[in-house]
C-alpha cells in the first residue's frame, strides 16, 4: 500500500461506517495500538451534533497510517464493522469516478471485507464498499481504484463471472447526473403505458378493448391483489413509442365508466422516487428562498380597525417606501385585525416600524414589528416564559447570595469548592462567601496534554493552567464573610441545605444565542463557561475546571446545544474524562477536519 499517493495526506485515514455512538476516545483506544496519533475528529452534524458516520484520524508516521490501514479495517466497533481508506484533500479526485467501478447482483454474505478481498488482486483500492440498510445487503456495491487500467482490468475479468454461485455485472461507476441523462433519453423512446383509476371490474380484455385504436400492443396485464380482485391499475406495452405516446395524449384525464383515468409512462420504482425526491428538494428550495426574499423587508400589522382594507393599509405605509404588497388577513368577509406589509428594501421597512408603531391608524393603535416565522416566534415566546419563572422563583424564595464577591486570583484553590449555598429566611442577613486567593504567575502555555490541560475557573471566568497548584489562602477575612469550606446556608429550624440552581446565577438569564451573539468574540467564551462550571462541578467536583477548558475548545453553537442538553452534556464530559484518564493527543486540527461539515 502506497502511502503517498496522488492526494494522499501522507498520514492521514479517513474511517467511515462508525457507530453513532463511537467517539474520539474509542477510536484513539484502538488506533493508538498502531502508533502515535496527532488529532482524531468524528465529524458531526452542525444543528444537532449528532456524529456523520465517519472520522479523520492524523498519525505522526505515513507509515504507522498505512499499518493502521492494512491490520484494522473491516474490524468491529460496537457492532459495526469499520472502513479505512486514505483520506483525500481534493474532493475533484473523489467526485470525477476516476477508477471507479460498479458491482450488481452480489449475494447477501459478500460484505465489504469479501469485496474488498476479491477485487485487490487487480490494484491498489482506495476505497471499497457494500450497500447496505436495515435488513443486510442490498446486492451491490463499489469499487475505488487507484488507477483507470486496475478498474478496466476488473471489469473484463468480473463481468459475468460467479461470485458465490451468482453471475454478477461489473461496469464503470456512472454519476448520478450520467443516469439520469440516460433516464432521460430512455423517457423520450418509452412504449410501456401506466393506467390508473380503472373499475374494478375492467380485467385484460377490457383494457386492450380501451387502448386498441392507437396501435399494436404486446401485453396488457391488470394488476390484482392476493385474492385475485383487481387493484385499479395496469400496463399496456405498445409495440412502438409513437403509439404509446398518442395513447398517453388522448387517454389521460378522460372519463370512462364515470372515472378519470390517469394514464402516463410508465416508471420503474427507483424512478418514481428519484422524480418525488427531486420536487421535494426543489418545493424545498422554493420555500427557503421565499423566506430569504421577506427577511427584514415583511412587516406585522396588528390592532387594525375593521375599517382598514387592503388599500388603506397599503396607502398609509406607502410614505416610507416602495411596496411590493400589503395584505389585511379576513375570515368570512371580515378583517382579522392584523395584516402584513412588505417592502422593497430592509432599511424602508425599519423606517416604516419606527415611525409607524403605536400610530393611532383609524380608533386604534398600532402595534408594527418584522414579521417572524412560527418556529421563531416560539422560540421567543418560550425564552420569555422561561426567565418569567426564574424570576418568580427567585422573588418567591430562591437562592440570596447579595453581592457575591468573586475570588481575586484566577487560579483554581487546592481546596474543593461546594457548592454556594442559600441563606435561611428570617436567620439574619444572608452570609456571603467571599475568599481571597494568591496564586503564583502564569507560566508559558505548553501544548495540551492530560497532564497540563487548560482549566476554568469562575473566579474570572477564564481558563488557566492547572499544573500551577502552588495557591495560597489570604489570612484575614471582612466581616460576615466565610472561606468555600465552611458550611453555608443551613436553616436551623428545618435542617435543610437549599442550593442554588446550577443553570443560573442571581440575576443571570438564561444564555441565549442572540445574547451571544451581541456579546465581543472575546467574552462569549467567557459567559458559556460560566453557565458550564456549575453544571460540572456538581458532578466531578475536583476536576470541574479541567473539564470545562476542554469543553470550552468545542465550538459554541454545539455548547450552547449542551447547555439545553443534559444527555449531551454528560457524553462530552465522560469523553473529556476518557481523554485526561487515556493521555489523548491534542485534538486540534487535523487532515481532512474542514470535510466535517
Not at 95 to 106: A, C, W
Request: contains cysteine; proline residues 6%; hydrophobic residues 35%.
Amino acid at each position: 500500500m502506497n502511502a503517498s499517493g496522488p492526494g494522499f495526506p501522507l498520514a492521514s485515514l479517513y474511517v467511515g461506517d462508525l457507530h453513532p455512538d463511537v467517539t474520539e476516545a474509542m477510536l484513539y483506544e484502538k488506533f493508538s495500538l498502531a502508533g502515535p496519533i496527532l488529532s482524531i475528529r468524528v465529524c458531526r452534524d452542525v444543528a444537532t451534533r449528532r456524529s456523520l458516520g465517519y472520522a479523520y484520524i492524523n498519525f505522526q508516521q505515513p507509515a504507522d497510517a498505512e499499518l493502521a490501514l492494512d491490520t484494522m479495517n473491516f474490524e468491529v466497533i460496537k457492532g459495526q464493522p469499520i472502513r479505512i481508506m486514505w483520506s483525500q484533500r481534493d474532493p475533484g479526485l473523489r467526485k470525477s469516478g476516476v477508477g471507479n467501478i460498479f458491482i450488481k447482483n452480489l449475494e447477501e454474505s459478500i460484505d465489504n471485507k469479501a469485496l474488498y478481498d476479491t477485487f485487490s488482486t487487480f490494484g491498489n483500492i482506495l476505497s471499497c464498499k457494500v450497500v447496505c440498510d436495515d435488513h443486510g445487503s442490498r446486492g451491490f456495491g463499489f469499487v475505488h481504484f487507484e488507477t483507470r487500467e486496475a478498474a478496466q482490468q476488473a471489469i473484463n475479468t468480473m463481468n459475468g463471472m460467479l461470485l458465490n454461485n451468482r453471475k454478477v455485472f461489473v461496469s464503470h461507476f456512472k454519476s448520478r447526473q450520467e443516469r439520469e441523462a440516460e433516464l432521460g433519453v430512455q423517457a423520450m423512446e418509452f412504449t410501456n403505458v401506466y393506467v390508473k383509476n380503472l373499475k374494478i371490474d375492467i380485467d385484460e380484455q377490457g383494457l386492450e378493448e380501451l387502448f386498441s385504436q392507437f396501435g399494436k400492443m404486446l401485453s396488457v396485464k391488470v394488476m390484482r391483489d392476493d385474492s385475485g380482485h383487481s387493484r385499479g391499475f395496469g400496463f399496456v406495452n405498445f409495440e412502438k413509442h409513437e403509439e404509446a405516446q398518442k395513447a398517453v395524449m388522448d387517454m389521460n384525464g378522460k372519463e370512462v365508466r364515470g372515472q378519470l383515468l390517469y394514464v402516463g409512462r410508465a416508471q420503474k420504482w427507483a424512478e418514481r422516487q428519484n422524480e418525488l425526491k427531486r420536487r421535494f428538494q426543489q418545493m424545498k428550495h422554493m420555500k427557503q428562498d421565499r423566506l430569504n426574499h421577506y427577511q427584514g423587508v415583511n412587516l406585522y400589522v396588528k390592532n387594525l380597525d375593521d375599517s382598514i382594507d387592503n388599500e388603506r393599509l397599503r396607502k398609509e405605509f406607502s410614505p416610507y417606501g416602495v411596496i411590493t404588497s400589503a395584505k389585511v388577513m379576513t375570515e368570512g368577509g371580515h378583517s382579522k385585525g392584523f395584516g402584513f406589509v412588505c417592502f422593497s428594501s430592509p432599511e424602508e421597512a425599519t423606517k416604516a416600524v419606527t415611525e409607524m408603531n403605536g400610530c393611532i391608524l383609524g380608533t386604534k393603535p398600532l402595534y408594527v414589528a418584522l414579521a417572524q416565522r412560527k418556529d421563531e416566534r416560539k422560540a421567543i415566546l418560550t425564552n420569555q416564559f422561561i426567565q418569567q419563572r426564574l424570576s418568580n422563583m427567585w422573588a418567591l424564595g430562591g437562592p440570596v447570595l447579595g453581592s457575591f464577591q468573586q475570588p481575586v486570583s484566577y487560579f483554581l484553590p487546592t481546596v474543593p469548592q461546594p457548592p454556594a449555598q442559600a441563606a435561611c429566611y428570617g436567620s439574619g442577613p444572608p452570609v456571603q462567601p467571599a475568599p481571597r486567593w494568591t496564586a503564583q504567575p502564569p507560566r508559558p502555555l505548553t501544548t495540551y496534554s492530560p497532564a497540563a490541560s487548560m482549566a476554568w475557573s469562575p473566579a474570572t471566568s477564564q481558563r488557566s493552567p492547572t499544573h500551577i497548584s502552588s495557591v495560597k489562602k489570604a489570612s484575614t477575612q471582612e466581616p460576615h464573610q466565610m472561606s468555600y469550606t465552611q458550611t453555608v446556608g443551613m436553616c436551623p429550624r428545618h435542617h435543610v441545605q437549599v442550593q442554588e440552581p446550577a443553570v443560573c446565577l442571581p440575576g443571570q438569564e438564561p444564555l441565549t444565542v442572540s445574547m451571544l451573539a451581541a456579546a465581543p468574540l472575546h467574552k462569549q467564551k467567557q459567559m458559556i463557561g460560566e453557565r458550564l462550571y456549575p453544571l460540572i462541578y456538581n458532578v466531578h467536583t475536583q476536576l470541574a475546571g479541567k473539564i470545562t477548558g476542554m469543553l470550552l475548545e468545542i465550538d459554541n453553537s454545539e455548547l450552547l446545544f449542551m447547555l439545553e442538553s443534559p444527555e449531551s452534556l454528560n457524553a462530552k464530559v465522560e469523553e473529556a474524562l476518557a481523554v485526561l484518564h487515556a493521555g489523548s493527543p491534542d485534538h486540534g486540527g487535523g487532515a481532512d477536519e474542514s470535510e466535517c461539515n
